[in-house]
């Protein structure tokens, strides 16, 4: 498969990348920098100079030409303002849904966050940051005709993987490493009944394929 990464040189796109890579698929990363590409070469993947806070639905639709699916794990980051929640957790999100279904790369998989809700009450940066995830989700699960899942994780952390999770509709709160985020995404990539599905993602006691397994078709 060739799949569109948004947020190309991100933790866990990186990892993503790899494991794409060395399952036989072709990963195309996007990324805003240009001294960021030897980065996604070293993960196998392909990169792909596109901002999408500035970019137009043709110029992504021309990338995602080809595709069979794309991955929204970009993301404004730690201490970027709340204009940045927006565009860039929301719309970018928004943009890069309406250009896959424009190119027919129908299965599109989100990284969001858990707690994300348009309806998320709050002024803090964090709140705007749940309140832009929840309605890039929103929009997502309601206003596309994609093969989506939308992946919610935990709390993230750099902790070696175990390839033990719990993924469900519903989790509860807890850490995960990125390692088993990115796990996760390329066996849902690989999983289409796991679409249309808003899913948790904590650490837990089952191995990834089998997480994933479970999930498919409910």
Do not use: C
């Not at 993947?45 to 069979?68: F, I, N, R, T």
């Not at 599109?108 to 009450?121: E, K, N, R």
């Not at 309601?142 to 899942?149: A, C, E, I, K, V």
Request: charge should be negative; avoid cysteine; glycine fraction near 12%.
């Amino acid at each position: 498969m060739r799949i569109v990464i948004a947020g190309g040189h991100g933790q866990i796109a990186l990892r993503l990348e790899r494991l794409l890579s060395a399952r036989g698929h072709e990963p195309v990363g996007l990324i805003r920098k240009p001294e960021y590409a030897d980065d996604l070469r070293d993960a196998g993947a392909e990169p792909v100079l596109l901002d999408l806070e500035s970019a137009s639905a043709d110029e992504v639709a021309e990338v995602l030409k080809g595709a069979d699916g794309a991955v929204f794990a970009a993301g404004a980051g730690p201490g970027s303002s709340v204009d940045r929640k927006y565009t860039v957790d929301r719309d970018a999100a928004v943009l890069l849904a309406d250009a896959a279904e424009r190119a027919g790369a129908r299965r599109f998989v989100v990284v969001s966050s858990m707690g994300a809700d348009p309806q998320h009450a709050g002024d803090d940066v964090f709140d705007h940051y749940l309140r832009a995830k929840g309605e890039a989700d929103a929009y997502v699960s309601s206003r596309t005709g994609l093969d989506w899942t939308i992946l919610r994780p935990g709390s993230l952390t750099n902790d070696a993987g175990t390839g033990l999770v719990q993924l469900a509709p519903s989790t509860g709160r807890g850490p995960i490493p990125r390692d088993d985020v990115a796990a996760v995404l390329a066996e849902l990539l690989e999983t289409p009944g796991t679409a249309k599905q808003t899913l948790e993602l904590i650490g837990g006691t089952v191995p990834v394929i089998e997480a994933v397994k479970a999930v498919a078709g409910r």
